[in-house]
């Protein structure tokens, strides 16, 4: 069993930034490829980062230049640095392995407001 767990999220002001990790525990040997997912309130879960095994990166373009992935895999651990926030960045974050179906953190809610 593979748990993934979340953190670093809470409550910025626009323009601010915030780091979100997420750690591996359990039954993997290797950490693969990481999505980052967000979902707004009200709203469908949408996919917002992948980061590669080797470090390779996509963003969906609404946080691309401002949000950076990277990754530790000898401390099985990713992070989404996420920087210029606007209240419309306001939503509960995951992070998911192994597809749709496979593995998912509890979520950190992220919310940007004066």
């Known amino acids: 069993q593979v748990r993934l767990v979340e953190s670093g999220g809470g409550l910025v002001q626009p323009g601010g930034s915030l780091t979100l990790s997420c750690v591996a525990y359990?039954?993997?040997?290797?950490?693969?490829?990481i999505d980052w997912y967000r979902q707004p309130p009200g709203k469908q879960r949408e996919w917002v980062a992948r980061?590669?095994?080797?470090?390779?990166?996509n963003y969906t373009d609404i946080v691309k230049g401002r949000f950076i992935a990277s990754r530790d895999n000898d401390k099985m651990t990713v992070w989404l640095q996420m920087n210029s926030l606007t209240p419309q960045d306001t939503a509960v974050y995951y992070c998911?392995?192994?597809?749709?179906?496979?593995?998912w953190g509890q979520g950190t809610q992220v919310t940007v407001s004066s």
């Open positions: 998911n392995t192994n597809g749709i179906d496979g593995y």
């Open positions: 359990g039954d993997i040997f290797m950490l693969g490829t």
């Open positions: 980061i590669h095994s080797k470090g390779a990166t």
